[in-house]
């Protein structure tokens, strides 16, 4: 008995720094977010209890219910873009063909540089009248100032920018599929779309879910590339996300209670679409070929 209370307490001491980094950096601040969404503060002057008021003002405020729709069809944009170009992408680089780390290199440059940098970088790219793209195009094109424009301008470089992180957990999720079940496929005569879309799809579905659910939280929460490339909601409000509202809130009309609950609703949205993807994936993904 004693044996086994000192390798429990054993145990928790070797988790210890991670249960007190959870607790720190995850359970305070959500504490903390909920404290200020019952309170009125612009601040510099003290606080005040307010109860309910600040979820009655922003049920009753259509900004937020504005954003969360421009942030759904960002979402909706984004995703299936930087999925399926990865999965293109992986499928390249699992070819082995001459270069292939080079190019692994260069497809994730754009995720592990800074968002901000990127979206000036794109702000030039895209700009109207010296943009690079416009002189290639041998046109005028307002991408960022035209409201039906500047929503997918803003999710494509998004988009662009995870590519790299996508292709790189397709391509572990490809080299783990045994050569052996596609060399059994090939002597039963099938093709190679068949092998893709009966082998290799199902045996990427766990990469797939992983890819997703990361993919949709931090589609959810992007706001440095889409600021930059389009401050302060963009031209009629048309790429003000939820972040980028919860910022504006916060830092710039300081009602900082109305932006706490804003972040505790955004939570709420994050933790119900990832239980339901979770859910979606559970009864369709194989981990072990066995069974």
Known sequence: MRGRRGQTATAYLLLAPSLFGVAVFLVLPILVVMWLALRRWDIISPS???????????AQDGRFAHSLLVTALFVAITIPAQTVLGLAAALLINRGLRGSVVYQVVFVLPWICAP??????????????????????????EWLADPALALPSVAAVTAWTQVGYVALFFVAGLRAIPPTVHEAAVLDGAGAWQRFWRITLPLLRPTTFFVLVTGVIASFQTFDAIYALTPKGGPQLATDVVAGRI???????????NAAVMALGLFVILVVVTVVQQRWFARRTTYDLST
Do not use: H, K, S
Not at 247 to 257: H, I, L, M, P
């Open 48 to 58: 005040t209890f307010v109860g309910l008021a600040n979820v009655a003002q922003v």
């Open 247 to 257: 910022y504006y809130e916060a830092f710039q009309t300081r009602t900082v209670g």
């Open 116 to 141: 901000l940098a990127l979206g000036v970088v794109w702000r030039w790219i895209l700009a109207p009248t010296d943009g690079a793209l416009n002189a290639l195009l041998g046109t005028r094109i």
